[in-house]
């Protein structure tokens, strides 16, 4: 087709053009594309966390410290908090779930953590928002010496279920730190994508006893508390009761608030990329426009002579359309694709940023990307038309 | 618009007159061509030649009076109608850009016949040497039906004296400016037009090729019986044309300031 034929060839005079408006074009589709994602995924996984967790209950500490490492492993545990403590807030009608966490004792360089029971319930929700399939069974300890240890400390130690091993006090313990206790390989758990793949869970009770063995006068102490509230509208009401009844000073830290500030933040700079990303969007568009337009002087004659041969306005002008339309779906193509193929490389880092397929944001992003580039090839489109149609 | 062919019509202008911007380019009160005429058009730069030829191709803007080509009226005619007369029934080229340059010598010969059902039909038929409709190509537009047709393409490149036929893959402008203008009047002949308009069509060509063209651009002509215009500063008055028409006289338009 003769016309297919004029379209390629003015295509391949104004090639290095063409191709990096092009690639100008997809690479703003792409890092559109991933910041829609990551937007979606940074809102949702905290959305998760502050449903799972209403309140956490600390040694005196900044409460963004506590809520960091409480929820992401974020920064150093924070300091000792009497177990009792846990006891009192346990039984408050309030709280429908408290969970005492532990982090004092590693195993190997991997950190050991102690749970009480309700911790899986809690994990179940927290690691949710990245694992798709994190919804068989809810693990549990069957005995107090039993450990369930995460994914990456089974393949680097290369352990299998059923094997012994024995913990240490302190993160870089000397030799006289190490308890005599040995736990029971229970379980390996699967990869999440979170730190618990960094982690060896251990019943509190198993630590405690553990501690108790080795001699330590402080067995009974615990790092922080988890707590789910029946009822989220005494959020702040049971701050200010737990701050009070603890019997010891605490800092009680709402997730939520500090989450989003988290939000906040990450909104903000959501802001600042988008505004870079329209930016290149509409470098790239206008430099598909001018490609097109720049000529319209020294195209009249070509016009003329397309005409006298029997070319029709409607046909002449669609090439003028069809090749900036082409343009922007294969940017969009490319684009796409690189997303994707970003998508597979951050998965790899951060597990939440899963996601082979478009959400329906990013479809109509992509949309108004391809109106945006319809729209402006139309101008040019259509001043052809009008042009050859005077001819 | 079928039966434009048949019917036995030239050119008729009457009372034309074009200006631009206040200054009077063409006032021709009578030219009449008879169908099959051929017309040989001199006259010195500036003298309204080429604005003629394209109010013949109804490319004239600001245009007074009547003109009728092929018996049909440009001032009256519709839209559609001048597209087709353009496509089926006139071969022409213009004095300066001529051919498509970004895309190939033998493309551009066969242009018109990508837009003409008449002129594929026409050019088939020629090149099967026979003056014979071929209604069986009808709208038919695939490979097999232009393979035929640029038979016809090749025999007025041949005629046209241009050495290698089957190297016409260049892009036009790779061409020397004579090589494009033959390319030029073999796009304007493909396909038996009714009409024939060339603008200085061998300016860029050396003066033994001039002659050939020139006989060749008669001798189509004659052959199939279309009607020619062609302009030139060449002394072609030994070439045969069956008239010779002097811009200065034809055209009464003011002297143009500059000149
Ligand atoms: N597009 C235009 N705008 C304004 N004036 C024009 C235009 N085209 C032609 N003219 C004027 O019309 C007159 C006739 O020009 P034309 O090109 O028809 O002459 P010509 O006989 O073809 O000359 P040449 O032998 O140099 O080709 C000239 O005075 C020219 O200035
Ligand atoms: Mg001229």
């Given at each position: ?391 | ?103 190939s010598a033998f493309d551009n010969i066969m242009l018109p016949c990508h837009?003409s059902a008449r002129r594929r039909r026409e050019a088939i038929g020629r090149a099967a040497a026979k003056h014979i409709d071929v209604?069986s190509v009808?709208?038919r537009k695939d490979s097999a039906i232009m393979q035929k047709v640029s038979e016809d393409a090749f025999r007025l490149i041949r005629k046209l004296s241009l050495?290698d036929p089957s190297r016409l893959s ?13 390319f030029?009047i073999a796009r304007?002949l493909i396909g038996n ?23 060749l651009?008669?001798?189509e002509?004659?052959e199939t ?35």
């Open positions: 087709m003769i016309l297919f034929k004029i379209m390629r060839s003015s295509l391949v005079r104004r090639k290095v053009r063409l191709v990096v408006s092009t690639l100008a074009l997809a690479f703003s589709v792409m890092l559109l594309l991933t910041l829609v994602h990551i937007d979606a995924v940074v809102h949702r996984y905290a959305k998760h966390l502050s449903a799972s967790t209403d309140l956490v209950v600390g040694a005196p500490a900044q409460s963004s410290h506590l809520v960091l490492y409480s929820l992401f492993g974020i920064g150093t545990p924070p300091p000792d908090l009497p177990s009792d403590i846990y006891n009192n807030l346990r039984d408050n009608p309030e709280v429908s779930r408290a969970v005492a966490v532990s982090v004092r004792e590693s195993h190997r360089g991997f950190v050991v953590t102690g749970v009480t029971s309700g911790y899986f319930d809690m994990l179940h929700l927290n690691t949710e928002a990245g694992d798709a399939d994190g919804s068989t069974g809810l693990p549990s300890f069957s005995d107090r010496l039993s450990v369930l240890i995460g994914s990456n400390v089974a393949t680097s130690l290369k352990y299998k279920e059923g094997e012994l091993l024995t913990v240490a006090a302190g993160f870089m313990p000397s030799y006289e730190d190490e308890y005599q206790t040995r736990f029971v390989i229970q379980q390996i758990l699967p990869a999440t994508g979170t730190t618990i793949d960094d982690t060896i869970l251990v019943p509190i009770e198993g630590l405690t006893f553990a501690r108790a063995q080795h001699g330590l006068a402080a067995s009974n102490i615990i790092s922080y508390i988890m707590v789910k509230l029946h009822n989220r509208q005494a959020l702040l009401a049971m701050q200010q009761v737990f701050s009070r009844q603890a019997g010891a000073p605490v800092e009680v830290a709402i997730p939520a608030v500090e989450l989003q500030l988290l939000t906040d933040y990450e909104e903000m700079i959501n802001t600042v990329m988008m505004a870079m990303i329209a930016i290149i969007s509409a470098l790239a568009l206008v430099m598909v426009f001018f490609n097109l337009s720049a000529s319209f002087a020294e195209r009249r004659q070509e016009l003329e002579l397309l005409r006298m041969v029997g070319a029709r306005p409607i046909q002449i002008a669609s090439l003028t359309l069809a090749e900036p339309v082409g343009q922007v779906i294969v940017a969009i193509i490319i684009g796409t694709l690189s997303y994707f193929i970003a998508c597979a490389g951050l998965h790899y880092f951060f597990p939440a940023m899963i996601g082979l397929e478009l959400s329906l944001q990013q479809v109509s992003w992509l949309l108004l990307v391809f109106m945006a580039g319809f729209s402006f090839a139309c101008l040019p489109a259509w001043k052809i038309y009008a042009v050859s149609r005077r001819i | 618009m079928e039966d434009i062919g048949k019917k036995d019509n030239g050119i008729d202008i009457s009372a034309l007159e074009q200006s631009h911007q206040n200054s009077e380019i063409l006032n021709i009160p009578q030219l009449q061509i008879r169908p099959g005429e051929t017309i040989c058009l001199q006259g010195e730069n500036g003298s309204g030649k080429t604005s003629l030829l394209r109010v013949m191709a109804g490319l004239g803007k600001n245009c007074k009076g009547s003109v009728s080509v092929l018996g049909q009226n440009l001032a009256s005619i519709k839209y559609q109608e001048l597209e087709r007369l353009r496509a089926d029934y006139i071969g022409f080229v213009f004095q300066y850009y001529r051919l498509v340059p970004y895309l837009f209604p009808g709208q050495k260049k892009n036009a402008s790779d061409y020397s400016a004579g090589q494009q203008q033959r030029a304007a037009p009714r009409l024939v308009l060339v603008d200085e069509p061998a300016s860029a060509m050396d003066t033994k090729g001039k002659r050939a063209v020139y006989e651009i008669l001798n002509c004659r019986g279309a009607t020619l215009v062609c302009t030139t500063h060449d002394d072609m008055s030994d070439m045969g044309f069956d008239r010779y028409l002097d811009m200065g006289e034809l055209n009464l338009a003011k002297e143009p300031e500059i000149r």
